[in-house]
């Protein structure tokens, strides 16, 4: 079974540009695993930032986008808000089984 | 806007079976470019995708490796809705469960569901 791996926390400066990935396993992400990102505060449900690879959803932020490098998904935020700050999950396709991450905690400091 | 609203029991008894179901409003279970999600969260095992159910033709369903022998997600075209059954369940099963469309962009307000006797 295919593992999701995530940094496990990474700190970005108020106005700075901080780069989240999302790697698997199986060898590298590619389109093909119709990426997903989402974003979670505290004690709040799960909220799509990012849907295959780098299509933002029509509420999501233009600072948000969506990338593959270096055989990972990636998700870019520039332009850090304190208000980004939470923790950002990632989700791939294997096959027609998707999987998540095990989550970045974003400290916007 | 899609418009989910879950509903099931918040306790279950060990070795019994979880169920939950979504009712959708604002598009059809059997859409033909529709999928139908079931996630759980738990700070044990983080967020985990459970499952979802399609219609192209026939129906269709997915189960995560972690649960497939033991999970069925099921749609009711009659009252627009699916739902989740879950067999077996342990103290290990405690966590909140959601529905969600299959871009994910639309969730259910979540359940917490406690598996204990």
């Known amino acids: 079974q295919a593992v999701v791996t995530q940094e496990p926390s990474l700190t970005v400066s108020p106005g700075g540009t901080v780069t989240l990935t999302c790697g698997s396993s199986t060898g590298a992400v590619t389109s093909g695993h119709y990426p997903y990102w989402f974003q979670q505060r505290p004690g709040q449900a799960p909220r799509a930032l990012i849907f295959d690879t780098n299509n933002r959803y029509s509420s999501t932020p233009s600072r948000f986008s969506g990338s593959l490098l270096g055989g990972k998904a990636a998700l870019t935020l520039s332009d850090a808000q304190p208000d980004d700050e939470a923790e950002y999950y990632c989700l791939l396709f294997h096959s027609t089984i998707a999987m998540y991450g095990g989550g970045t905690k974003l400290t916007v400091l | 806007q899609v418009h989910l609203q879950q509903s099931g029991p918040g306790l279950v008894k060990p070795s019994q079976t979880l169920s939950l179901t979504c009712v959708i409003s604002?598009?059809?279970?059997?859409?033909?470019?529709?999928?139908w999600n079931w996630i759980r969260q738990s700070p044990s095992r983080g967020l985990e995708w459970l499952g979802w159910t399609y219609f192209r033709s026939k129906w269709y369903n997915d189960y995560a490796v972690s649960v497939r022998s033991r999970i069925a997600i099921n749609a009711d075209t009659s009252k627009n809705q699916f739902s989740l059954q879950l067999n077996s369940v342990t103290p290990e099963d405690t966590a909140v469960y959601y529905c969600?469309?299959?871009?994910?962009?639309?969730w259910g307000q979540g359940t917490l569901v406690t598996v204990s006797s």
């Open positions: 604002g598009d059809s279970v059997s859409g033909n470019s529709a999928a």
């Open positions: 969600a469309t299959r871009r994910f962009d639309s």
